[in-house]
């Protein structure tokens, strides 16, 4: 099903509205969909080179808004799905101790999470459930997931093809060491 699933999405990128299927696979990521909105954007930015940045703004703007759209899933769900779990096992003080832990630090989960292989999902999920401060989760999600589609739209701009394979098969990865390397500058600065 999931090699269905890529392969559709692969495809949108010769339809006529791809700019629009998009838009929508960049929004149903965000939230539920398995397939990142990369396996879209790359062939189609490779296609239109000169819409790059276009390209680029609409999977930012779509993803989002999908985030937002999983914020409100983790945050009704919770509470309705979520707590009386906890509550039934006796775990709901530890989930009152973690959601003190991860809004104190979420802005740099959500940041970390929209520009690393890490699903974006689960955070938009898990920053809703702990109500992360919705004007915190925003600002960082636009941060985190513009960084991320702008900084493959200006290596395709530049480069077109050539560059695919690495974008496709090392990019991921040197976010994940940017963001490590990020992280541990941090922790040495502040142990000084």
Do not use: C
Request: charged letters at 15%; a positive charge.
């Amino acid at each position: 099903m999931l090699k269905r699933l890529y392969d559709w999405t692969l495809s949108m990128a010769q339809h006529p509205r791809a700019l629009w299927a998009l838009a929508l696979v960049a929004f149903v990521e965000s939230s539920v969909f398995p397939i990142p909105p990369d396996i879209l954007m790359i062939p189609l930015i490779v296609a239109r080179p000169k819409d790059a940045f276009k390209i680029a703004f609409v999977a930012t703007l779509a993803s989002v808004a999908g985030g937002m759209l999983g914020y409100f899933i983790g945050y009704g769900a919770f509470e309705t799905i979520g707590r009386p779990v906890l509550e039934f096992y006796g775990k709901d003080a530890y989930f009152d101790e973690f959601k003190e832990t991860y809004n104190q630090y979420g802005a740099w989960a959500v940041l970390i999470a929209g520009v690393t292989p890490f699903p974006y999902k689960v955070i938009t999920i898990l920053s809703g459930a702990t109500a992360l401060s919705l004007p915190v989760f925003i600002a960082a999600s636009v941060a985190a997931r513009a960084l991320r589609f702008f900084i493959v739209a200006a290596l395709l701009w530049k480069f077109g093809e050539p560059i695919r394979d690495f974008i496709e098969k090392r990019l991921g990865l040197m976010f994940t060491l940017f963001v490590i390397l990020l992280v541990g500058g941090f922790a040495v600065v502040k142990f000084l």
